[in-house]
């Protein structure tokens, strides 16, 4: 059986030895086997998972989801429900942030001109007129 050490399967993944280390000890690869002088070894097909996480990672799943779509795979399940409801829920996720970040634009864009006309007309503030603005 042709086996990999962890360099070799970070470099051939797009991950670093340290994310290798991370995903067996967390469950998403089974755990490597060892060498007589200690060394993690491990198999070819490894390299396709660790890919797989890679490409997750990129699109931001967590590593709980991530496990849970593996354990559905290795349990024979086709997983790509599970992915839509995850991928759904990100996207849920950041219209909840752009919209949060938009109404925070807009109350920085009002405060900034409250603060701007009141420095205008030469108006005190007691520490600073764009916070004290703000209220």
């Given at each position: 059986?042709?086996?990999?050490?962890?360099?070799?399967?970070?470099?051939r993944s797009g991950l670093t030895?340290?994310?290798?280390?991370?995903?067996?000890?967390?469950?998403?690869i089974p755990a490597a086997t060892r060498t007589d002088s200690g060394?993690?070894?491990y198999a070819a097909n490894d390299v396709d998972v660790l890919?797989?996480?890679?490409?997750?990672r990129e699109l931001d799943l967590s590593l709980d989801e991530i496990?849970?779509?593996?354990?559905?795979?290795?349990?024979?399940?086709?997983?790509?429900?599970t992915v839509l409801d995850i991928i759904d829920t990100h996207i849920l996720e950041i219209d909840d942030k752009v919209?949060?970040?938009r109404e925070l634009r807009t109350t920085l864009?009002?405060?900034?001109r409250m603060a701007h006309d009141s420095i205008g007309k030469g108006e005190n503030a007691l520490v600073c007129r764009i916070v004290e603005a703000s209220s």
């Open positions: 059986m042709n086996t990999l050490t962890v360099s070799q399967v970070a470099e030895p340290r994310a290798v280390r991370l995903y067996e000890r967390r469950g998403l060394y993690r070894t890919r797989f996480i890679h490409q997750a496990k849970r779509i593996l354990d559905l795979q290795q349990a024979g399940v086709t997983p790509c429900a919209r949060s970040l864009v009002k405060v900034r």
